[in-house]
C-alpha cells in the first residue's frame, strides 16, 4: 500500500519531503513539536457540545445539527475522517431532515486542531455539498489556517498507518 497516498495530489517536492521525514524517522518528531498534546473532547456528548459551539459561532442560520457522534465503525485509513449526512424521512405528508455529523473515533486521541479542522470541515457541509471553491472559501472562513491543518491531518493519518499510535498515555 502507498504510504504516502493521502498526500498523493499534492506536488513530487512535498511528497518528496514527507518520504525524508518518513526515511530519517523525523515524522513523529514534526507533529509533536507542532502538536503536542491531545484535546481533552473525549465523549460523543463533548463533541456534540464543541462542535455546536462552532456552529453557533460560524453557522448560526444553518440547519439544525440532530446528532454528533464519535463512530467507531468510520476506518479512517480506509474511508474518511468524518462523515455529514442528510437523513430524510417521510412522515406522513412532510418530509423531516436531520443533520448528522460523525467523527472517526480515532480523533478521540488527536491535538484539537486536527479535531477542529475535521469538525469546520463537516460544517462547511451543511451549506456546500460539494468540494469547491465555496466550501474551501467558508472552512479557511472558520479556520483560517485550514490548509495547514488538512495537510498535518493527512501526515498524522500517515503516521497512524505506517507505525501505529502517535500520542501514548503519556500523552492523555
Known amino acids: 500500500m502507498d504510504k504516502l497516498r493521502y498526500i498523493s495530489g499534492y506536488p513530487e517536492p512535498v511528497r518528496a ?6 526515511s530519517q524517522n523525523k515524522l513523529a ?16 456528548k463533548a463533541l456534540y457540545a464543541y462542535i455546536f459551539a462552532l456552529k453557533n459561532q460560524f453557522m448560526r442560520k444553518s440547519g439544525p445539527l440532530s446528532k ?15 462523515l455529514h449526512s442528510l437523513v430524510v424521512r417521510a412522515q406522513g405528508t412532510k418530509l423531516k431532515a436531520k443533520n ?3 467523527i472517526a473515533a480515532v480523533f478521540k486521541t488527536a491535538p484539537i486542531e486536527f479535531l477542529h479542522m475535521i469538525s469546520v470541515h463537516e460544517l462547511a457541509h451543511l451549506k456546500e ?5 465555496a466550501f474551501y472559501k467558508l472552512c479557511e472562513y ?3 489556517n485550514y490548509q495547514q491543518l488538512e495537510f498535518d491531518t493527512r501526515l498524522y493519518m500517515i503516521y497512524l498507518e505506517s507505525f501505529g499510535e502517535l500520542y501514548t498515555r503519556k500523552f492523555l
Open 100 to 102: 448528522e455529523i460523525r
Open 68 to 82: 454528533v457522534i464519535y463512530d467507531d465503525k468510520l476506518d479512517v485509513l480506509h474511508q474518511a475522517l468524518g
Open 17 to 22: 519531503q514527507v518520504q525524508q521525514l518518513i
Open 29 to 44: 518528531d514534526y507533529l509533536l513539536e507542532k502538536y503536542p498534546k491531545v484535546h481533552e473532547v473525549k465523549s460523543s
Open 129 to 133: 455539498k460539494q468540494h469547491n471553491k
Open 142 to 144: 472558520m479556520e483560517p
